[in-house]
């Protein structure tokens, strides 16, 4: 919050941004394959505010769907910030909360 203010923003964010990646971990404890990528490893699932700063991160084995991290990330989300309005993400995520607004 103090980060926000500084840079002029309110406290209060309402708006965040989920995407996820796979990354190659072919050695991990619990990796996966993901098969659109073609890679053997693990896929974070990531949130960031609208200027980048890091808000909340999921790691799954690579074979986790998009929308299953994503579903992991919302719950928590809806918890801890109950205030946020808005979520920019991809197809992915498309339609798991039916009250929030998705761009």
Not at 15 to 34: C, L, N, W
């Amino acid at each position: 919050m103090p980060d926000r203010e500084a840079a002029g923003r309110e406290a209060s964010r309402t708006d965040r941004v989920r995407d996820s990646q796979t990354v190659k971990a072919p050695f991990a404890e619990a990796p996966g394959f993901d098969g659109g990528k073609r890679i053997v490893g693990r896929k974070r699932h990531v949130a960031v505010d609208t200027d980048g700063r890091l808000l909340m991160v999921n790691l799954t084995p690579a074979d986790v769907s998009d929308s299953a991290g994503a579903q992991t990330i919302l719950g928590a989300f809806r918890k801890r910030w109950p205030w946020l309005k808005h979520l920019m993400a991809d197809a992915g995520c498309q339609g798991l909360c039916g009250s929030q607004k998705y761009t």
